[in-house]
């Protein structure tokens, strides 16, 4: 049987470890909560693994989680204990990983594999959402720290055909994301401004439309305002490189995160699961 194409996804991400904090935060994550399980039922079990690209993992040059058995990376701080005792054990892929890195070689592109690193919570707090039977392995790649749009969507490009071979790509970030502008409200219009661009980009733009605005992202209403730097929006240049011309779908959107923030999250292609 023919595998189906997987859709790839940008999936806001959250604050902190807070599948894990129901009691802390109440119904704040209510939304965010039902979208990431229409993820699941969009494309059910058929990802043999996860390639999950995470605005919490930035390096020199391409990195790839290379372990067996990934551990855990507590990036945060100044939450409950408990959160520090989290466990989420899926398996790594090392083949996988291996097999990425020779398609970025082909591709030109240097990378490293990363024996010791761990999820970071960009991607156990989205995983363990959608998928808390922590089966399926996923293997992470992180961001170049230079952070160049155009590099991060030839990323997704070279790694397209991996949506053939039943790995589901993932950029886990958040469409808005100063911390500052969050916990204090000031951020509610920047946030809006800037959302409602980035749906026109991404929805309402043809493909090649779409890639050139995000080439010169930083020149949208309100950019610099949302994203003062933009490590938790870059994972979408590679789901938007790795979506071809298909085109984008708004799967989750919130103008009252926090009390008063935007947000929103898309996939790119159709469900396995029809809608």
Known sequence: MTQARLPT???SHGGGP????RKERGAMYN???ASLLEVRREVGHSPRAVLMVSGH???????LSSAVNPPMEYDYFGFPEHTYQIRYDAPGDP????????ILEHGGVVSDLDPKRGFDHG????MYT??????IPIVQLSLKADFDPAEHIKIGELLAPLRDEGVLIVGSGLSYHDLRGMMSGRGAKASATFDEWLNDTLVVSSPDERRKRLLHWSDA???????????????LFVAVGAAADEGGTRIYHQNDFMGAITVSSYRFGVPIVPT
């Open 9 to 11: 996804y940008f999936l």
């Open 18 to 21: 807070w599948p894990w904090m």
């Open 31 to 33: 939304q965010l909560e």
């Open 57 to 63: 993992w930035e390096a020199d040059r391409f990195r």
């Open 95 to 102: 083949d996988l990983a291996e097999a990425i890195q020779a």
């Open 123 to 126: 991607t156990f707090t989205l």
């Open 130 to 135: 959608i998928y808390p039977e922590a089966q």
């Open 221 to 235: 209403p309100a950019a610099r305002a949302a994203h003062p730097r933009e490590d938790h929006l870059i994972p």
